[in-house]
């Protein structure tokens, strides 16, 4: 069963759905895991694919947008600041905790790219979480763009980064930004696969997702390191599920990040590229690992 809430985040209204297993008995308290998307996304956009898998192994399942994206509160809208995603991540962490139906002591969290990047983070210091899975994650903001650029569009796109604050400082000015655009034209997220999953995706299933971010965002993505931390997330059991031919967020880079973490982790490399990992075939390499490594070390 699912059901639509909503939760406070930082005096703003997060909505989200929370998952119930058909099986539960009253009074009874299950594991939950939350859940939420990557770089500007939303929840339509092939989460319920991951939800309803883990609420039939039985979790108690919450997926929410974050504040400014979605169904979700906050202006300007699109604004992407890790830290702000952070705390939505632990207000919904602290809501689900609350629910009668929920084992407080038994609490996963799930995030794919730039989620499973805030996952790597939270982890870390986040010891409410008893259960980690980072799907297809950024590791590092800055290297990240670096192979996305070539050096000297790189180049460019720090400098127009640093032009844009002073806009802001002195006229208040928003700028957006395309998330994805035609090859050749300018975007933040700048593959052909990206272009083709965001457009399709956007047009079948989540008309509610726009296809902006702030430029401040931007400036916030450069000096995002969610991996930096990575070996402080033991003794929590974490779980990296990689693609292996990922231009977007580079395999390479993820799997040098996963071998700085300690014990206990598992790492599953999955054929494919990135956004493989949300529909099939792609997502009977990526989900049955997770709900597998949940039922470990949350279930009793």
């Not at 994206?69 to 702000?84: H, I, K, M, V, Y």
């Not at 006229?171 to 052909?192: F, R």
């Not at 916030?220 to 997330?233: G, M, T, V």
Request: glycine share 4%; with cysteine; net charge negative.
């Amino acid at each position: 069963m699912r059901r639509d809430v909503t939760f406070r985040s930082q005096g703003l209204t997060c909505a989200g759905w929370l998952y119930v297993p058909d099986d539960l008995r009253p009074g009874e308290r299950r594991p939950a895991i939350v859940m939420a998307h990557g770089f500007s996304a939303v929840k339509e956009m092939h989460l319920p694919n991951f939800a309803e898998r883990f609420t039939a192994a039985g979790f108690i399942t919450l997926v929410f947008d974050y504040r400014y994206f979605g169904d979700s509160e906050g202006e300007p809208r699109s604004q992407l600041f890790p830290a702000e995603q952070h705390e939505d991540y632990r207000n919904a962490i602290t809501w689900v905790s609350l629910q009668p139906e929920v084992d407080p002591e038994r609490i996963g969290v799930w995030g794919s790219s730039y989620s499973g990047a805030h996952v790597l983070h939270l982890a870390a210091f986040e010891r409410r979480i008893k259960a980690a899975v980072a799907q297809v994650p950024l590791v590092d903001g800055w290297a990240n763009a670096q192979r996305l650029l070539r050096a000297d569009r790189f180049a460019e796109f720090v400098q127009a980064v640093a032009q844009d604050r002073v806009r802001r400082y002195t006229e208040g000015q928003i700028t957006y930004v395309p998330v994805v655009a035609p090859e050749g034209q300018p975007s933040v997220l700048p593959t052909p696969d990206s272009y083709a999953w965001f457009t399709r995706t956007a047009e079948t299933i989540a008309p509610n997702w726009r296809n902006q971010v702030t430029m401040e965002s931007l400036e916030k993505f450069l000096e995002y390191n969610p991996a930096a931390n990575i070996h402080r997330i033991s003794p929590t059991p974490l779980l990296m599920v990689v693609a292996e031919n990922d231009t977007l967020t580079p395999t390479d880079l993820a799997i040098a990040a996963y071998e700085r973490a300690r014990e206990p982790k598992s790492l599953v490399i999955m054929p494919g590229t990135h956004f493989d990992a949300y529909t099939e075939p792609g997502l009977s390499y990526s989900a049955p690992p997770a709900v597998e490594w949940f039922k470990r070390h949350l279930m009793r």
